[in-house]
């Protein structure tokens, strides 16, 4: 029987991948309180550490940039030594890790900031409520940025890339998707400036190019990954023409011989949106040049047949990697998979993070 293309090896810019099944970044809040990885943490990668190439959780590139309780951060001496255990954990069982960078801009609350309002590219309020460790809390409408600030937040990537690179990660992959700052600044219905950094394609992708620029010169660009989500719409977000704002930014992309881009897939229905892209990752292939990831909703079928009809290089897998820790042995086998326990996706300690049960001496065999 021929091997399954998900479990072929791959090239990523020199860095030979075991396969080709990514653990998706996912924000599971078990930092402590200082925002610094803990040995838990290092214990939850490690047992993942099957995955050709795992994308860290969210983490901060700033105080600036913090959004949600026991996120962690990279721009502290103590989150920096937090993240070696981390990296030297599953580097001990031979896999590869990206440390994603995240700034959250809007999506915030005073409480992070000493009361200051969050910032974002305008002053456009984000629907509905945010998460906090004192409870659900409304959003609260945002500080827009000045021109001259942008400058110091792209360093901040920058110098967080830096770090990370510190810490023993293998690359850096930036958070340019879900409705976070450099998605605001993309999105049209985030964005209305008047500066150089919003109006048209080219003014809109300027800060996300720009990051990709800084981070590109501080670590290189083969280490350099950024995520996307075209069609997706949290927390309110929306544009007026995705499919013409993201085939503008990565025609400009391809000019920095990227690691990778990675693509969400729609959460939701977007057929009866005007210029949304319904199969997010087959529209943009012919945009884009270098090696795609392609994430959300994808299961061991569906994930072969794109890598097999090349329309993606990779796929993440997000809740599959978070209840089943052997997913790539697990796909193999053709084995059950255990089913993630959504009330303990964020916060907490082992449970629903360190005890989902490893394949036994004998496997069931799912049902195709």
């Keep these: 029987m021929s091997k399954q293309p998900l479990l072929t090896s791959y090239n990523l810019s020199g860095l030979e991948l075991s396969n ?16 610094v990885p803990t040995d838990l943490m290092a214990k939850y990668y490690r047992q993942r550490s099957s995955a050709g190439l795992i994308i860290s959780e969210g983490t901060q590139i700033s105080e600036q940039g913090i959004g949600y309780p026991w996120t962690p951060g990279i721009h502290t001496d103590e989150q ?9 954990a599953v580097h001990e069982e031979d896999s590869k890790i990206f440390a994603q960078i995240w700034h959250v801009g809007r999506v915030s609350h005073p ?9 974002a590219p ?21 500080r827009a940025l000045d021109t001259d600030e942008i400058p110091g937040i792209i360093e901040d990537y920058a110098q967080a890339a830096r770090n990370a690179i510190e810490a023993g990660f293998d690359g850096v992959e930036i958070h340019g998707a879900n409705g976070y700052l450099i998605d605001q600044f993309l999105k049209d219905g985030t964005n209305n400036r008047t500066d150089k950094y ?12 720009e990051v990709v620029e800084a981070v590109s010169d501080a670590i ?8 996307f989500s075209p069609a997706g719409r949290n927390q309110g977000i929306s544009d007026s023409n995705p499919k013409g704002t993201f085939s503008y930014l990565l025609e400009q992309l391809n000019s920095f011989d990227l690691a990778y881009i990675h693509l969400m897939e729609p959460m939701g229905d977007v057929s009866n949106l005007e210029n949304y892209p319904t199969q997010v990752t087959k529209y943009f292939r012919k945009v884009y040049n270098g090696t795609i990831i392609t994430n959300a909703g994808y299961d061991r079928k569906s994930g072969n047949k794109a890598i097999e009809e090349g329309v993606a290089d990779l796929v993440a897998y997000g809740r599959l990697f978070l209840a089943n820790p ?9 084995a059950k998979l255990n089913d993630p326990d959504k009330s303990t996706f964020y916060g907490g300690d082992e449970e629903g993070y360190t005890d989902y049960p490893f394949l036994g001496k004998s496997t069931e065999v799912a049902a195709e």
């Design 20 to 35: 080709r099944m990514v653990m998706a970044p996912m924000t599971r809040s078990r930092a402590d309180k200082n925002n």
């Design 80 to 88: 920096v030594k937090g993240w070696k255990k981390v990296t030297k």
């Design 111 to 119: 409480m992070y900031h000493d009361g200051e309002p969050p910032v």
């Design 122 to 142: 305008s002053a456009v309020k984000p629907e509905g409520q945010i998460f906090t460790a004192d409870g659900m809390k409304d959003f609260l409408t945002p």
């Design 198 to 209: 919003g109006g048209s394609f080219e003014y809109r992708s300027r800060f996300a190019v």
């Design 220 to 227: 290189g660009s083969e280490r350099t990954g950024i995520r």
């Design 326 to 334: 052997d997913l790539p042995a697990r796909f193999e086998a053709n």
